[in-house]
């Protein structure tokens, strides 16, 4: 059994659903945390995150992966729970493309090429999970 074990039936369900979410990061320069909503997506399994073309600039969540892989997903639609996890980058564009047309479907984008390009991907690994109340 993986790390994502120890998440509770609920959480693991959660989780497996893509979603909005907030991501915290911890800055690479500052080292400060920063959060952001952003779309989480799951396919077989696989969670990982992606986002709208960009060929003028790298997302600054891309360049605090890139410096710290340690991010928390903060699920807030069914449950309300934080879930540590790894981060991963993904320029290999072999494994970029199933997870990019993965995402443009569910878009409903047709520019699959300039999302293989200037789009960031991210591969999550869950590490565990702490459920915590709302508001809190």
């Known amino acids: 059994m993986g790390p994502e074990s120890s998440l509770s039936e609920a959480n693991r ?3 497996n659903r893509s979603q ?3 991501l ?3 800055g690479r320069r ?3 945390l920063r959060r952001i909503e952003i779309f989480l ?3 077989d399994g696989r969670l990982f995150i992606t986002g709208m073309p960009r060929a003028d600039r790298t997302r ?3 360049y605090n992966v890139e410096a ?3 991010v928390v997903v903060h699920l807030k639609q069914s449950v309300v729970v934080d879930v540590p996890a790894r981060a991963r980058v993904v320029t290999d564009p072999d494994e970029r493309r199933p997870l990019i047309e993965v995402a443009a479907r569910r878009w409903g984008r047709t520019d699959v090429p300039d999302m293989l390009r200037h789009s960031p991907l991210i591969v999550l690994t869950v590490e565990g999970a702490t459920d915590r109340q709302p508001g809190s």
């Open 30 to 32: 500052t080292g400060q």
């Open 68 to 70: 710290d892989p340690h």
């Open 20 to 22: 909005v979410i907030d």
């Open 13 to 15: 369900v959660a989780l």
């Open 41 to 43: 997506h799951s396919d």
């Open 24 to 26: 915290t990061t911890t």
């Open 60 to 62: 600054d969540w891309i």
